[in-house]
């Protein structure tokens, strides 16, 4: 066993600019996938009206229905509004950015705490500068992966509280604006929607949603998703891992993570295309088929620290292009 005490650091550009050449070369046809799913609207209205309605059935529920539900269905739902804010902030249902925006606040509303604008903010830096510790916030802060280590109370507890580690992390971006009007309309909405479910449905009701957030994000098999994405989990040093399992179906496409690093412009339901269309470029990465059997390892296998992460000191090693405009250059620091 080797205790880790330090990243995994890399000289090589991320790969996912490089294979996004390579696809779109050999078959040009993929462009067709780019574009918007507005019906997406029609998944976050059913997701949000399902908590609304089920945390109106357990406000009078004893306190082992509220946990039982949360874990088994509010976890799930919960997830899934995870996934429809992740499409907002990559503009994937309506052509203009304010739609999208205002679709990821309502998508937010069950989860209580206000995070749809400034996960944008964050996930879009992470799209264009992987791998740099100081504007990717999906890397640990180093003396959060020093404390976790690899042990297995620890892995636990840092998946019980993995929100609450993620706002530490905002502490080493100086570079990304964090407060604005679009922040502060997500957390007056919230507010007026929190203060409306306790007034009317009681804190059985708070305490479902709020639990169903809690399990979305950690301590249940859905929190190996921030394990399967980057963590090094095989013993090549493969920097994306996909999953293939069968929680796709009610995770929206989610696990097809090679694929959508590499078309981040391409909607949740044509994500399996890529992979169907260009299986030579994806059936030879390292992937995962059950993320229930993730989580365990994570937790037991020593091997495994949140160390395991590829670091990149130079930014010039980071592909700073638009993939769905191979040819274009961007501005990735621009929100």
Known sequence: MINKTDFVYS??????RIR???????FPQMRNLIGKN???????????ALQVVLAWVLRDQSWWWVFGAAYVIGAFADHALFVMIHE???????????????????????QIFP????????????????????????????????????????????????????????????ELQTFDWWVVANLLVQVVFTTAIYYFMGWHALAFLLLSFSFSVGLHPLGARWVQEHYLTHSVEQETYSYYG????VAFNVGFHN???????????????IKKTAPEYYDTLYYHTSWTKLFFRFLFDREISLFNRILRKERGKVALTDVSKPDVEMEPATL
């Open 246 to 249: 069968n929680f796709n179906a």
């Open 259 to 273: 694929e959508h690093h590499d078309f981040p412009s391409i909607p949740w339901n044509k994500l399996p295309q």
């Open 88 to 110: 907002c902030a990559h503009q994937l249902l309506f052509k203009g950015r304010s739609a999208n925006r205002w679709a990821g606040i309502f998508a937010n509303l069950p």
């Open 20 to 26: 996004t050449k390579k696809i779109l070369k050999q």
């Open 38 to 48: 507005p019906a997406t609207i029609f998944a976050i209205i059913g997701l949000v």
């Open 115 to 174: 995070s749809s604008i400034s996960f944008e903010r964050y996930h879009i830096k992470h799209h264009s500068f992987q791998g740099v510790h100081e504007l990717d916030a999906d890397l640990p802060n180093r003396w959060e992966a020093k404390l976790i280590n690899n042990s297995f109370f620890g892995k636990a507890i840092w998946l019980l509280f993995y929100p609450v580690f993620q706002v530490f992390r905002l502490s080493r971006l100086r």
């Open 11 to 16: 000289e090589a550009s991320e790969p996912h």
